[in-house]
C-alpha cells in the first residue's frame, strides 16, 4: 500500500480554521509519549491550567483542556451546566450561535432566542430589554462569530449579568489568541475554546473555564451530568489534587502541543500577538480593497482573524478556492448559510497572521480572480 501522507506538501491555510501550526508545535507533538500519570506528564498538565489562566484573566481553579475539538468544549459546558426545562437565552448571530441553540435544545433547556442580522453583532440594549422581561439560567455568546466575521460586545453583555444570579457562557473558540478576553473582568462565567484557530496548534483540544458560580451550578445539579465523557464532576479529578485518579486516558501528545503554543504565546508578549493579528487585518483589508474586494462587516465590529468579504460579482466562487488551492497551496474558506456563495472567509488566525502570508495571498488572487 502506498503511503498516502508522503505527499502532504504544506498548505497555508487561511480559512476558518484549521490554522498554520507553528513548526515548534509540530516539534512538541513529536516528543516522546509519556503515561498518562507520569509525575513529569502531571506537572506538564499543571502548567497549562497556569498558562491558560494566565491568558485567560481569570483566577478560575477549573480551567482545563477538554479532549475533543471546539464543538466538546460547547457540549461540554452545556451538558455540566444544563438540566431539563432550564431557561437559557442564547444570542445568535451566526452558524455557532445556531449551534450552541441546537445543543441546548438537545438537553431539554427551555431556549430562547435573540437573532441579529448575519455581519452585525449583537446589539446590547436589545438583551438587556429581554432579561428585563423575563430570567434565565443562563445566557450564551459567540465572542468571534467565524461565520460572519463579527466580534460581539461581551463586556457589554456580561455588564448586564454581572450582579444576578444568570451564567454568563461565551463561545471564545476563535477569539482566544487573537484578540484580548478578560474573563474575570468582563464577568463571564463559562468558556470554551479550540486548539485550531489562533492558538497555531492543531485542532483537538478544547480549553474549558468554569467560574466558582459555574463549579457550583455544576454540584447544585439534581441529576447526573448525561454524558459520561465529558462530566466535569469525574474529569477534575484527573487535573485536581494532590493524587490524579483515571477518567479517560489524555491525548498525551495533543497536550505536548497545546503547552508550546501557549508557551509560544507568553514568549512573544500577549498584547504583541494580538498587534499581529490587528496589523496584518489591516494590510489584508488595504491590499483587498486595492483589488475591489471588499468587506462585508463595518470596521467598528470586525474580527481581526476571521475577514468576510464579499466574492466580487461575475466571480466563480468554488472554481477560484479549487485555483488557490492547487496552483497556489493556499485555502480560503466558502460562506456558511445565508452567506453560501456570496463571500469568502479569510483566516489570519495564529500562525497564519503573517505579512508575507497576507501579501501571497493578495498576489495570488489577483492571478485567479
Ligand atoms: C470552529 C468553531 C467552533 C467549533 O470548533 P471545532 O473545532 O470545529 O469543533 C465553535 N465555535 C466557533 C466560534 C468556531 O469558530
Known amino acids: 500500500m502506498k503511503n498516502l501522507l508522503k505527499d502532504i506538501a504544506p498548505v497555508t491555510l487561511m480559512g476558518p480554521g484549521p490554522s498554520c501550526v507553528h513548526p515548534s508545535v509540530l516539534e512538541a507533538l513529536s516528543k516522546p509519549t509519556l503515561g498518562h500519570l507520569d509525575p513529569e506528564f502531571i506537572r506538564i498538565m499543571d502548567a497549562i491550567k497556569d498558562q491558560l489562566k494566565t491568558l485567560l484573566h481569570t483566577d478560575n481553579e477549573l480551567t482545563i483542556p477538554i479532549s475533543g475539538t471546539g464543538s466538546a468544549g460547547m457540549e461540554c459546558c452545556f451538558v455540566n451546566l444544563i438540566e431539563k426545562d432550564d431557561p437559557v437565552l442564547i444570542l445568535v448571530n451566526g452558524v455557532f450561535g445556531m449551534r450552541m441553540q441546537d445543543v441546548a435544545t438537545r438537553l431539554g433547556a427551555q431556549v430562547d432566542t435573540l437573532e441579529f442580522d448575519w455581519g452585525t ?54 477569539s482566544f489568541g487573537g484578540v484580548e478576553i478578560r474573563m474575570d473582568e468582563w464577568g463571564i462565567d ?4 479550540g486548539t485550531q484557530k489562533c492558538l497555531s496548534c492543531p485542532p483537538g483540544l478544547s480549553p474549558v473555564s468554569f467560574s ?24 477534575m479529578n484527573y487535573w485536581e489534587g494532590a493524587t490524579r485518579a483515571y477518567h479517560h486516558t489524555a491525548p498525551v501528545n495533543m497536550l505536548y502541543g497545546l503547552f508550546q503554543a501557549l508557551f509560544l504565546i507568553l514568549e512573544e ?94 498576489a495570488s488572487l489577483k492571478t485567479v480572480c
Open 190 to 193: 463559562v468558556l470554551y475554546s
Open 212 to 235: 466558582p458560580a459555574a463549579a457550583a451550578a455544576l454540584q447544585a445539579r439534581k441529576t447526573k451530568v448525561p454524558n459520561w465523557y465529558l462530566d466535569l464532576s469525574l474529569i
Open 269 to 362: 508578549g500577549e498584547t504583541r500577538v494580538y498587534e499581529r493579528h490587528m496589523e496584518n487585518h489591516r494590510r489584508l483589508v488595504l491590499a483587498l480593497d486595492n483589488q475591489g474586494i471588499h468587506m462585508v462587516v463595518d470596521a467598528s465590529c470586525r474580527l481581526p482573524m476571521l475577514n468576510a468579504v464579499y466574492i466580487p460579482d461575475g466571480v466563480d466562487d468554488a472554481a477560484v478556492r479549487s485555483r488557490l488551492l492547487k496552483t497556489h497551496k493556499i485555502e480560503i474558506g466558502a460562506g456558511l448559510g445565508n452567506f453560501a456563495g456570496k463571500i469568502w472567509r479569510i483566516g489570519l488566525m495564529g500562525h497564519t497572521a503573517r505579512s508575507k502570508n497576507v501579501d501571497k495571498l493578495a
Open 121 to 174: 453583532p449583537v446589539i446590547v440594549d436589545v438583551v438587556q430589554k429581554k432579561l428585563k422581561e423575563k430570567s434565565y439560567k443562563l445566557v450564551a455568546v459567540v465572542h468571534a462569530e467565524t461565520s460572519t466575521g463579527v466580534q460581539n460586545p461581551v463586556p457589554g453583555i456580561g455588564n448586564l449579568l454581572k450582579d444576578s444570579d444568570t451564567l454568563f457562557l461565551v463561545d471564545a473558540v476563535t
